[in-house]
């Protein structure tokens, strides 16, 4: 075992701040990886915050961080896939129990025995995972990814939650190429889902409430833009989409949105406000339209993905801010003021 400088959060009304942690060891298939950057991710916040009480309760101290692109330092004896000096990345998931239809079907995110980055029971150290804002962290080599050599690392981080959350129920849905495909909500999540719509081949319609955010949605890939409070504008495409992404973190109408839909249209959450929303059966009826969720993604999947970003020179567009900065970036999220990212340049927990 080793202590880690990290940030983290006492209750949830309290402030991150400095703080040590305990890391184990590298066993035989662990690597140990020093972090460069984390991403925030509006999960850590609703987490911090435990505004997922009724679902997952939010143990304290918490860690957060599942956006994580590092530099392998240590590797263990039966460690194959990497050695010291390469790049990894650790989203949402540090294990599972390898064994479940889940796990064999590669989609360890539905594994009962799933272990999430942060808020999880913690096999080894017993207690609970701790997350990414943290000088280092140490997993089971089958739950670190390749990253592209290509790519800028500060934008790379958010792919392993936000990429991948996006990346899943696209390809999911099938081949989208030429389809009206629509992504509700342009933060992190959605700025990603837009950038591989995009690159997919879809006509991309952004539904924003800041129409000040068009030239950016126009510059990621966009095609068109919905400011979803103007009614007219909204009227005006009702019926028409094929697969609508919901990426929005707080409550809002989702009716509005399925009624976008063309027949046997799909609209997928990946967005998890804390309060149920209310769906209206006839606007599910109408069209036979459905509506489904997407949880990040799994290993395999998470490895295409990162893939795919370094061929298509995909990365995250990122604010990079010291961690000493991290309290009030929260602020700017519930804001929805970032373009599109913060990502953590975790050298400034060193002056920590
Ligand atoms: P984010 O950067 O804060 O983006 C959310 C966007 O939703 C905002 O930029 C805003 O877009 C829109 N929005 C916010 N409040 C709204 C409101 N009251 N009404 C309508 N629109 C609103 O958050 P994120 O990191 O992308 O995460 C989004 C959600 O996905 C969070 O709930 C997060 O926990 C969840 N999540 C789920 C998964 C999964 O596996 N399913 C993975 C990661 C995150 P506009 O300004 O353009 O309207
Ligand atoms: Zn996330």
Redesign the pocket.
């Given at each position: 075992m080793y202590t880690a400088k990290a940030y983290s959060a006492a209750s949830a009304t309290s402030p991150l701040a400095a703080d040590s942690i305990p890391r184990r060891a590298p066993t035989d298939r662990d690597v140990q990886i020093e972090i460069l950057f984390c991403g925030i991710?509006?999960?850590d916040l609703?987490s911090v915050r435990d505004e997922w009480h009724s679902v997952m309760p939010t143990i304290y101290p918490i860690v957060p961080g599942h956006e994580i692109v590092g530099r392998v330092v240590k590797v263990g004896a039966a460690v194959t896939g990497f050695k010291p000096g390469d790049l990894a990345g650790v989203g949402c998931l540090v294990d599972s129990d390898h064994t479940c239809h889940h796990c064999q079907d590669g989609v360890e995110q539905f594994c009962q025995n799933a272990t999430f980055t942060y808020n999880s029971p913690d096999k080894h150290l017993g207690g609970v995972t701790y997350g990414g804002y943290s000088e280092s962290i140490v997993v089971d080599e089958s739950f670190a990814l390749h990253v592209p050599t290509n790519l800028n690392l500060a934008g790379v981080a958010p792919l392993l939650?936000?990429g991948i959350?996006t990346y899943s129920p696209i390809r999911r849905w099938g081949d989208i190429r030429g389809k009206k495909v629509g992504v509700v909500?342009?933060?992190?999540?959605?700025h990603m889902g837009v950038k591989f719509a995009h690159a997919l081949g879809a006509h991309v319609v952004v539904f924003?409430?800041?129409a000040n955010?068009k030239e950016d949605a126009l510059h990621l890939g966009a095609d068109e833009i919905i400011v979803s409070t103007n009614a007219a504008e909204m009227q005006q495409h009702a019926g028409t989409f094929d697969f609508i992404l919901d990426?929005?973190?707080?409550?809002?109408d989702l009716n509005a949105y399925i009624n976008m839909l063309g027949r046997d249209g799909n609209l997928t959450l990946?967005?998890?406000?804390e309060k149920p929303l209310p769906v209206s059966a006839f606007a599910l009826l109408f069209g036979r339209r459905s509506l489904s969720g997407?949880?990040?993604g799994g290993i395999a999947e998470t490895q295409e993905m990162l893939d795919f970003c370094g061929q298509h020179n995909i990365t995250a567009d990122v604010e990079v801010i010291p961690i000493q900065r991290v309290n009030e970036a929260y602020e700017r999220?519930l804001k929805?003021d970032?373009k599109y990212r913060f990502s953590i340049d975790m050298a400034s927990l060193k002056s920590s």
């Open positions: 991710c509006h999960s609703h939650c936000a959350t909500g342009l933060g992190g999540l959605g924003t409430r800041t955010k990426t929005v973190a707080a409550e809002h990946v967005g998890a406000p997407s949880l990040i999220l929805s970032v």
